[in-house]
Structure formats: C-alpha cells, structure tokens
C-alpha cells in the first residue's frame, strides 16, 4: 500500500492566526518532506525529517515547524499565517536517500484571508 | 535561482502525436532525473526516472533522452493519448546532496482528441 495521506484537503486560516497540517504514511519509510507549491512555480522543499532528524531550508527557516511523533506521521506548523503563505501544501516520503521515488500525498490546499 | 527549469510551460498536442518536454539544469552534482506526472486533484507520481550514467531510458510510451554535456534532457511521450493530459515536473538530486530532491516548474500537457 503505497498511501500518503494529508489532512484537511482544504484549509482556510485567518492572517496571524497559526495552521497545523497533517500527514501521514504506512510504508514505514524513514524520510518525509514538505512541499509547497504555488502556481506556476516549482514545488519548494520546506523541510524533511530523516528517521528524528528535522532539516530545515535555509530561507525558510524562521517560517516553518514541524514535527514527527512517530514513523508514520509529520506535520507542518506556521505559527503566524501570512498572505504568503496561502499555497498547496504537498507531504512527500521516502526511503533513503534523494535518489529514491518519492511517495506524495494529494496536498493541502491552504487559503490565508 | 532556478537549479532546475523546465519549456514549454504548456503544450498542446493532437492525439497519436509527439510530445516533447525539455528540462535543463545547472548543478553538475545531479545525477538521477525523475520525471514526475501530477493529475488535478492528486499528487504528484513518479512515471521514469534516469541516472547520469545512461543516455535514454525507456517505458512504453515514455522515453528520457539525456544530454550530459549539455545539461539537457527531454521527455518524449510518443502516440500521445487524452489520459496522458497532466502536468508533468523534470526533477534532480544528487547522491551527494543528501535528500533533497529540485523540481522544475512543470509542463502542462493538453492532449487534444
């Protein structure tokens, strides 16, 4: 079963207000990413969590959290949504290593008002 | 910076055509190039991947030409069917690179009846 799954499909959030997404996998892979993707623009890599391990990007560092309580699931927490940050939202696993097939789940799509 | 760009932004082809997306990059590190197909509503999935190692990579239909001196490769889906309408993103990592995977901004492909 080659699921990822995030939670909620559509969420919409208040400016200043914070936001917690959810994700979760049962492949028991050892790497999950965040993406976010805004039209027209590449997918960017937020962050990534091999096994307990989070790795943040650099220019996104102060704007996104995240936590792994166990194998299966991850989420991405903004402590204060902006205008900005209103985007599809896509959790990624993998085995390890980047040459690998990343496993993506549907996305959730954030609105900021 | 744009490490991984991807032309024609759209394309559109009759049924039983050629389509040819291109994808170019700049790190020399890369050295595995997935091609990823996304459908509305889902995520991304992976549909073929190359390493560096090899010039062309075939499946079915889908072919990956690679150029490494130039940097370059292409993604040919010949006999186009209206099922192969998505967007489709050109992505790279590098072995060296940890777990990070770059994605370009995707083609959307319209294969018309």
């Known amino acids: 079963d080659t699921t990822v799954k995030q939670n909620p499909r559509y969420k919409l959030a208040r400016v200043g207000k914070p936001v917690n997404l959810i994700c979760s996998q049962t492949m028991n892979h050892d790497t999950m990413y965040w993406y976010q993707k805004k039209p027209n623009q590449a997918p960017k890599l937020l962050l990534f969590y091999y096994d307990k391990i989070l790795n943040r990007e650099a220019d996104t560092f102060e704007k996104f959290q995240s936590s792994r309580p166990n194998n299966s699931f991850c989420s991405l927490y903004i402590g204060s949504a902006g205008l900005e940050y209103s985007a599809m939202y896509l959790c990624?696993?993998?085995?390890?290593?980047?040459?690998?097939?990343?496993?993506f789940g549907s996305g959730t799509r954030l609105t900021v008002l | 910076q744009q490490q991984v760009r991807q032309s024609p932004q759209s394309l559109t082809v009759w049924e039983g055509e050629t389509a040819i997306l291109n994808c170019s990059y700049e790190d020399s590190t890369f050295n595995y190039f997935p091609w990823y197909q996304q459908f509305p509503g889902e995520g991304p999935a992976l549909l073929i991947s190359i390493r560096s190692v090899s010039d062309k990579k075939e499946d079915g239909r889908f072919t990956i030409f690679f150029n490494k001196r130039e940097k370059k490769l292409s993604l040919h889906i010949t006999d186009s069917q209206p099922g192969d309408s998505a967007t489709y993103f050109c992505a790279a990592s590098a072995e060296t690179g940890g777990y990070k995977v770059v994605f370009g901004s995707g083609t959307r492909l319209l294969v018309s009846p």
């Open positions: 990624a696993s993998s085995t390890l290593g980047g040459a690998e097939t990343l496993y």
